[in-house]
């Protein structure tokens, strides 16, 4: 990601890209154990069209690690702790793919006037790890690959996304707030229980947010690096959504 630095916040070093100008402030979340780079294709696009700022959670990239929870709760607490010390005002727009979307899900919910639009970008949803979704459920292969391939940090993400689930669940939806839901048409692999149970919820994202706009694109899971244009339509629709919306505040 280009202009990509780090900067001390809470003691903690973190690593951040800011760019663009004008408002609503776009905000970026990663998916698991995936950094900044993930959205290096939407980038250009989205700083020509306002301020953005995509950052490493704790443990990813340059970002240091903390000994805190890795839950959605403090998850929030830290991005909008970056966010202050950036100086960087609400409403926002939130952008978040897979457990990043989770995560945006829970800092739109839990703070509903700071947040302008949502965009869930192929979103892990609330009750991704019940079910067939739960890892003790997962095929013997993919746990060995996850835990060869994955850090610490993400497996503390995956252990506390039940929590994180829970967390979002047990708050309302914004019914006034404008949500796009991107969902993976080739996302789900081989016939499988898992991908039947993934699938399922893929297509429920959307039913969380009565009024959405959901968007099935012709992509796998990984969205932003696949069809970044996609994300970029819903950002820009998002962006503008948001403008409207002020307007009318201001004329009133």
Same mark, same amino acid.
Request: hydrophobic share 45%.
């Given at each position: 990601?280009p202009?990509?630095?780090t ?9 951040? &890209? ?7 402030v ?89 947040v ?42 995956l ?46 994202? &959307?039913?969380l ?43 009133e």
């Amino acid at each position: 990601m280009p202009g990509a630095t780090t900067g001390t916040v809470a003691g903690r070093s973190v690593e951040f &890209a800011l760019e663009g100008e004008g408002t609503p402030v776009v905000v970026f979340e990663n998916g698991l154990g995936a950094t900044l780079d993930w959205w290096a294709k939407v980038w250009p696009d989205t700083v020509a069209e306002s301020r953005a700022l995509a950052y490493n959670r704790a443990g990813h990239g340059r970002s240091d690690a903390s000994m805190l929870p890795r839950d959605g709760a403090q998850v929030v607490e830290e991005l909008r702790a970056l966010l202050r010390a950036r100086d960087l005002p609400p409403p926002y727009v939130l952008v978040g793919h897979s457990l990043g979307g989770l995560y945006m899900q829970l800092f739109a919910r839990q703070y509903p006037a700071d947040v302008a639009a949502l965009v869930l970008v192929d979103s892990t949803h609330s009750d991704q790890v019940k079910g067939a979704g739960n890892p003790d459920h997962w095929p013997t292969w993919l746990k060995v690959v996850f835990r060869a391939t994955t850090s610490d940090t993400a497996k503390q993400e995956l252990a506390a996304l039940d929590d994180t689930g829970a967390q979002v669940s047990s708050l309302p939806v914004d019914p006034a707030m404008p949500v796009w839901v991107l969902s993976a048409l080739r996302a789900a692999g081989a016939p499988s229980a898992l991908a039947t149970d993934a699938e399922r919820k893929r297509a429920d994202v &959307a039913r969380l947010y009565p009024g959405s706009a959901q968007v099935w694109v012709d992509s796998g899971h990984g969205i932003p690096l696949e069809k970044p244009e996609a994300v970029v339509g819903a950002i820009r629709e998002a962006v503008r959504a948001a403008r409207d919306a002020r307007a009318v505040q201001r004329a009133e």
